[in-house]
């Protein structure tokens, strides 16, 4: 069993930053992506940034050039930096771990994720 925990979620004003951290317990495929997706209410999960156990990222259009993701591998700790924050990017926020067959971590589909966090409240006040 793997789990995930989230962390460093709150409120902003516009414009403001966060640091997300995602904690997994232990990874159990040799090829896996970690991907933070957000659910506002009423709406789907969307997939915001994802990162390859190669290394490689994948970022949603909307949060590129303001959103980086990076990992500690000596901690199992991912971390989403979110930078130039709009009230549009409120959400619950979720980290997600999975097996990936491709070299890129897709955002589109949260059926490729089996292990996910608890998430944590992102508010970013206008």
């Known amino acids: 069993q793997v789990q995930l925990v989230e962390s460093g979620g709150g409120v902003v004003q516009d414009g403001g930053s966060l640091r997300l951290s995602c904690t997994v317990s232990?990874?159990?495929?040799?090829?896996?992506?970690v991907t933070w997706f957000r659910q506002i209410p009423g709406k789907e999960r969307e997939g915001v940034a994802g990162i390859h156990s190669n290394g490689g990222t994948n970022f949603q259009s909307s949060v590129k050039g303001r959103f980086t993701i990076s990992q500690d591998n000596a901690e199992k700790t991912l971390y989403l930096q979110m930078n130039s924050l709009k009230p549009e990017d409120s959400g619950v926020y979720y980290c997600?771990?999975?097996?990936?067959?491709?070299?890129?971590?897709?955002?589109?589909?949260?059926?490729?994720?089996?292990?996910w966090g608890q998430g944590t409240h992102v508010t970013v006040s206008s």
């Open positions: 997600a771990y999975g097996f990936s067959s491709w070299d890129y971590c897709s955002l589109r589909n949260p059926g490729d994720y089996h292990y």
């Open positions: 232990r990874y159990i495929y040799s090829a896996y992506c």
